[in-house]
């Protein structure tokens, strides 16, 4: 039997590029979600036009709570074998996807992790800095060296996904998710994607963001009982 595949995209303001994902999604998975995390514009209704199912939260809750919103009903309403989660801002190429299906059907790996090659000539220094070092900080609590922490381009098999009890409602989900399933003996590899930098301004605050998931990175390797 051949494994079936779900998106899911938290997206929040991404009316511009949102209908462009998930129609790019659409030959290479089985169905996707998106969550509307309290957008104030279209982006609910270009994602369900496009042809994706569409959850809605009334008021913005933070990425981790609308991919954990998501995750529920996935893991609810489907008998999928794989989850891909990704950005809705063109950050992450859906013709991609791909391969990171192939490369867990080559290693039976749980989780596939994207790894963007890191340009700092085309990045701004905080990002940088922010994605490098968090990088290496995190691989430290991990064990293993895992080139980018904090992709959000990522294939989990569904079996380690109801195994996770998540907590996280802001960016720090990436790092919640890859300790606990480090914790829960996955096999994690990654698959070299592109990195796009687009002319829309990040909404992932470097130094903020950086330091609050290394101090909850702490939390998640070493306090929280699983």
Request: hydrophobic share 40%; proline share 4%.
């Amino acid at each position: 039997m051949s494994p079936s595949l779900v998106a899911l995209i938290p997206a929040f303001d991404e009316a511009e590029t949102i209908g462009q994902v998930v129609e790019g999604l659409r030959s290479h998975t089985d169905s996707i979600v998106v969550v509307d995390d309290g957008s104030r514009d279209d982006t609910a209704g270009v994602a369900s036009r496009a042809g994706a199912v569409v959850l809605r939260h009334p008021q913005n809750q933070g990425k981790g709570q609308a991919v954990r919103t998501g995750l529920g009903h996935v893991l609810a309403q489907t008998a999928a074998t794989y989850v891909l989660s990704l950005d809705g801002d063109m950050q992450h190429l859906p013709e991609e996807a791909p391969r990171f299906l192939e490369m867990a059907q080559a290693t039976g790996a749980d989780l596939i992790v994207g790894e963007r090659r890191f340009d700092r000539s085309a990045m701004p220094p905080s990002r940088y800095h922010a994605n490098v070092i968090g990088s290496r900080a995190l691989s430290s609590f991990l064990g293993m060296p895992v080139k980018d922490t904090q992709c959000g381009y990522r294939l989990f098999r569904t079996e380690l996904l109801r195994r996770m009890a998540l907590r996280a409602t802001g960016y720090d989900i990436e790092t919640e998710m890859l300790i606990k399933a480090r914790r829960l003996g996955a096999q994690i590899v990654g698959v070299p994607i592109t990195a796009v930098y687009g002319t829309a301004r990040s909404k992932l605050r470097p130094v903020r963001d950086t330091t609050r998931t290394c101090f909850r990175a702490v939390y998640y390797r070493y306090l929280e009982v699983l």
